[in-house]
């Protein structure tokens, strides 16, 4: 089985900062590579963040050098740490976990997605 937790949404100024969380309960495998996206009104969904199993990590354009993802292996725990908010990060953000099963096979779960709103 696997559940994901996600934490932390809310509304904020411009400016301001939010942290993300995302705990995962994972009973039929091993974690691989965890991420963040997120979807805004009107928009397809797209990837805010990723981080690897060997803390690789990769951001959208749009949030480098203000969103910071990490992870916390012992918690299967993924964190999403967003400074300097834009109006235009306003979106339902969604945890995403890649999961290799025991019988050797990977698969994507979801979180059910926290909201962010960022006010002008």
């Known amino acids: 089985q696997v559940q994901l937790v996600e934490s932390g949404g809310g509304l904020v100024q411009a400016g301001g900062s939010l942290r993300l969380s995302c705990a995962a309960s994972?009973?039929?495998?091993?974690?691989?590579?965890m991420a963040w996206y997120r979807r805004a009104p009107g928009k397809q969904r797209e990837l805010v963040a990723l981080i690897t199993i060997g803390d690789s990590t990769n951001y959208a354009d749009s949030v480098k050098g203000r969103f910071t993802i990490s992870r916390e292996n012992a918690k299967n725990t993924v964190y999403l740490q967003m400074d300097s908010l834009k109006p235009e990060d306003t979106a339902v953000y969604y945890c995403?976990?890649?999961?290799?099963?025991?019988?050797?096979?990977?698969?994507?779960?979801w979180g059910q997605g926290t909201q962010v709103t960022v006010s002008s």
């Open positions: 995403n976990i890649n999961v290799r099963r025991f019988s050797g096979f990977t698969a994507d779960y």
């Open positions: 994972v009973t039929i495998g091993m974690i691989n590579t």
